[in-house]
């Protein structure tokens, strides 16, 4: 299953990081001038070359008012769907199989050792929200139409994890008449258009999902997260 989103290369200065570009780089003339020149024609240039301000969301809901982007075309769906959005990935991979199945199975918590309590990272499966959380959704979805959408930021060697994790969620979703469809690896700025189109999107971790929440709600969605995520995420 291919996770790498289509921005990844193989050798670059920098990431495509559209999420940390908006809330927190955006007047950074190292990451303006690296990522303008790595990712022409993408909407972050684009936003970089409009402003250098930081949570410009005016700018950046201009940027997208007349752009679209179709699901693929084996999607046996168009329109009217909620989206999962995952942060899967480093986040994932960089865990062994144990500490990640005690964070997604049983919601147990492992620390990393090497950083001092007020490392953001210090918990190491802060970015894993339980698969249960995703098995309490259901009694809300019957007979409806849903996307998960996931994609690493980066080339790993396996995502073992990742495959292991979306695979539990769309497992839990797959009742009660529900549709799921699963939209992998695409490029960034394509999984956030889709939010155009969506009426509801469920949050995940990390500063890219919540900019395709906020934007969401901008756009008069319902939005919905685990409470974790609210909490690290604000």
């Not at 865990?95 to 953001?120: C, G, H, M, W």
């Not at 889709?194 to 939005?223: A, P």
Request: aromatic share 12%.
């Amino acid at each position: 299953m291919g996770l790498t989103h289509s921005l990844v290369k193989h050798y670059s200065s920098i990431d495509y990081r559209i999420g940390d570009g908006f809330y927190h780089l955006a007047g950074d003339s190292d990451f303006r001038n690296k990522t303008i020149k790595e990712y022409p024609n993408t909407i972050l240039t684009e936003y970089l070359n409009k402003t250098n301000q930081c949570k410009d969301y005016n700018t950046l809901l201009n940027l997208i008012k007349n752009k679209s982007f179709n699901l693929p075309s084996n999607c046996p769906f168009s329109n009217n769907y909620i989206i999962i959005h995952l942060r899967i990935g480093d986040v994932m991979e960089s865990l062994s199989s144990d500490i990640f199945e005690k964070k997604a199975y049983r919601d147990q918590d492992t620390n990393n050792p090497r950083l001092p309590v007020s490392d953001f990272h210090y918990i190491a499966t802060k970015y894993i929200v339980p698969l249960d959380w995703y098995s309490n959704l259901l009694p809300h979805f019957k007979n409806r139409n849903i996307l998960i959408m996931a994609a690493s930021h980066m080339k790993l060697r396996h995502y073992n994890n990742s495959n292991k994790y979306i695979q539990g969620v769309k497992n839990r979703l797959s009742k009660n008449g529900n549709i799921v469809f699963t939209m992998l690896g695409g490029h960034p700025d394509n999984d956030l258009l889709s939010i155009k189109n969506c009426t509801e999107f469920i949050r995940g971790s990390g500063n890219y999902s919540k900019l395709l929440s906020e934007l969401s709600v901008k756009l008069g969605k319902k939005t919905n997260c685990h409470p974790k995520v609210k909490e690290y995420w604000p």
